[in-house]
């Protein structure tokens, strides 16, 4: 049998051992992909039923913050941390789960800029028609970069930013922007456009993505149980399939 298989029916064994329970849970998009077929994988093993909600980190955050309850808050780690000191969050419980480097793309017929290296990165900016940065994370890291690069103001006309939660990949599908940024994870798989990879190392930034028990969860148990399966080595895989590194 298969080891990471196995790992994952042995703590299958641990969870059926509680009653069937109806876990909420509420994750950001960067992780969409992985998260439904662990949360798939999860639900066939343990017989609960993971209840997926999705939003941007920003969003996430508000959702919480403004007194949505669920079991499970899945965010950036400096996100849960923040929910936890207004008491959202249990702070022990939190988990690391992997992070994310910030990647861009073009549209599908626009020219394939080389963003190999910093100069080519910001001969990309300045040469760009229309710029898309998200509102989350990485859109916070972008607009210092920019300034740190020395374009700013050359980018910051042309600059589009979308409401949390809005994917980068299909503003560029359609033809809202020709360059555009996000995490990797929501640009490596994203149709009609072209995948130009991570940022140079040396500007490169990480987002860590981490998950922790709601303080009001009525399902603290079960909602335990999903975040041990989302550090199996099965789940681990799905997160890398996915451009995430897990932790």
Do not use: C
């Not at 017929?109 to 760009?128: C, Y």
């Amino acid at each position: 049998m298969w080891k990471p298989f196995a790992s994952f029916l042995i703590l299958a064994g641990t969870w059926t051992g509680t009653p069937a329970a109806e876990i909420k849970v509420v994750a950001p998009n960067v992780m969409k992909d992985a998260v439904i077929r662990i949360a798939q994988r999860f639900e066939g093993a343990s017989g609960h039923k993971v209840a997926l909600t999705w939003g941007g980190s920003e969003a996430i955050s508000k959702r919480m913050t403004e007194g949505e309850v669920a079991d499970l808050v899945l965010t950036t780690a400096p996100a849960l941390e923040r929910l936890a000191r207004d008491g959202k969050v249990v702070d022990a419980s939190r988990v690391d789960l992997g992070r994310t480097a910030v990647a861009a793309a073009v549209r599908a017929d626009a020219p394939k800029p080389d963003i190999g290296s910093v100069e080519g990165l910001k001969k990309a900016l300045v040469d760009a028609r229309k710029v898309a940065i998200s509102s989350g994370a990485s859109g916070r890291y972008l607009e210092s970069l920019f300034e740190k690069l020395g374009v700013a103001e050359q980018v910051r006309a042309k600059l589009v930013q979308p409401p949390s939660g809005a994917q980068i990949g299909e503003m560029l599908a359609r033809g809202e922007a020709d360059l555009g940024f996000q995490q990797v994870t929501e640009l490596i798989h994203a149709k009609g456009i072209q995948y130009l990879g991570p940022l140079p190392a040396e500007v490169q930034n990480y987002t860590v993505w981490a998950g922790g028990l709601h303080a009001a969860a009525s399902q603290a148990e079960a909602a335990k149980a999903f975040l041990a399966a989302l550090r199996t080595p099965e789940a681990q895989a799905d997160l890398r399939q996915d451009g995430m590194e897990p932790r």
